[in-house]
């Protein structure tokens, strides 16, 4: 199984913007599919957006036009950028790396990273 440390996160207000990142442990992060996910108190963890390669991504919904996924093979790494940020969005964040079809996730949970939109 691949481990992950996800970091970036924090408080932030509404319309503002965080960037979350999240390292892999091994070599051979890069081929495979990942995604980032999301849990909310009370919520069951959501796909947030993922990805294949540079040109294959899928968003939910509410990430669309707001959150960019992306990814750096060399530094076994992988991103999120997030701006227009909303109260709803708050959750703490994972990634993982993703089934595909389906996008269901394939290893264990990281600490994931907290992510607090408030006034």
């Known amino acids: 199984q691949l481990q992950f440390v996800e970091s970036g996160g924090g408080l932030v207000q509404p319309g503002g913007s965080l960037r979350l990142s999240c390292k892999a442990t091994e070599r051979s992060f890069g081929i495979h599919t990942m995604a980032w996910y999301r849990q909310a108190p009370g919520n069951q963890r959501e796909l947030v957006a993922g990805i294949r390669d540079i040109e294959s991504t899928t968003y939910a919904d509410f990430a669309k036009g707001r959150f960019t996924i992306s990814r750096d093979n060399a530094e076994t790494a992988l991103y999120l950028q997030m701006s227009d940020l909303r109260p709803e969005d708050t959750a703490v964040y994972y990634c993982?790396?993703?089934?595909?079809?389906?996008?269901?996730?394939?290893?264990?949970w990281g600490q994931g990273t907290q992510v607090t939109v408030s006034p």
């Open positions: 993982n790396r993703a089934r595909y079809p389906g996008w269901d996730p394939r290893d264990a």
